[in-house]
T-cell receptor
């Protein structure tokens, strides 16, 4: 069974640009959640989508947005990139929504985003 | 303002003994808690979760205890194995806030299990 796939694995952008990251969940999983990991702030939750609807949301500015398609694949978009957006972006999928089932979340390997 | 605190950055335990990882929280809106494990250079792995209506949840060698009055939860690993050596994160979820509910992580505790 294929795991969670994130593309691209690495990305280099400059300040002011925008970027779109993609996450393909495990087949049958309806929840996709996104996280930012940095050495200074640790692991931070961005948002969760379940059946194409945003379900939970972290404390990130509106420059960070996401969506989920009918096949459960999800994209995350960051506009007007800042140096501080350099991070590893992880997505995770699960059968049920976080907090509403005991189904485990499965994480992808992440997209390493570097802002120059 | 750290809403989820893991006050011990590291913990060292002998193989076969119990590992107890602690987590304190300040946000009374948290109604669901999760524990994750992370090896170096890998993504996190979900371990176990607990709803605020329970005080204990067990899964194999892993047990999570929740003390709501003390705003404290702990993860017990019995018996500890060298393969358990990793960084452990706890997280709290504000389910009741619906679509605005945040999932907030602690900074993690590095567990080292010595053979």
């Amino acid at each position: 069974k294929a795991g969670v796939t994130q593309t691209p694995r690495y990305l280099i952008k400059t300040r002011g640009q925008q970027v779109t990251l993609s996450c393909s969940p495990i087949s049958g999983h309806r929840s996709v959640s996104w996280y930012q990991q940095t050495p200074g702030q640790g692991l931070q939750f961005l948002f969760e989508y379940f059946s194409e609807t945003q379900r939970n949301k972290g404390n990130f500015p509106g420059r960070f947005s996401g969506r989920q398609f009918s096949n459960s694949r999800s994209e995350m978009n960051v506009s007007t990139l800042e140096l501080g957006d350099s991070a590893l972006y992880l997505c995770a999928s699960s059968l049920g929504a976080i907090g509403y089932s005991n189904q485990p979340q499965h994480f992808g390997d992440g997209t390493r985003l570097s802002i120059l | 303002d750290q809403q989820v605190k893991q006050n011990s950055p590291s913990l060292s335990v002998q193989e076969g003994r119990i590992s107890i990882l602690n987590c304190d929280y300040t946000n009374s809106m948290f109604d669901y808690f999760l524990w994750y494990k992370k090896y170096p250079a890998e993504g996190p792995t979900f371990l176990i979760s607990i709803s605020s209506i329970k005080d204990k949840n067990e899964d194999g060698r892993f047990t999570v205890f929740l003390n709501k009055s003390a705003k404290h939860l702990s993860l017990h690993i019995v018996p500890s194995q060298p393969g358990d050596s990793a960084v452990y994160f706890c997280a709290g979820l504000e389910k009741s806030r619906g679509s605005q509910g945040n999932l907030i992580f602690g900074k993690g505790t590095k567990l080292s299990v010595k053979p």
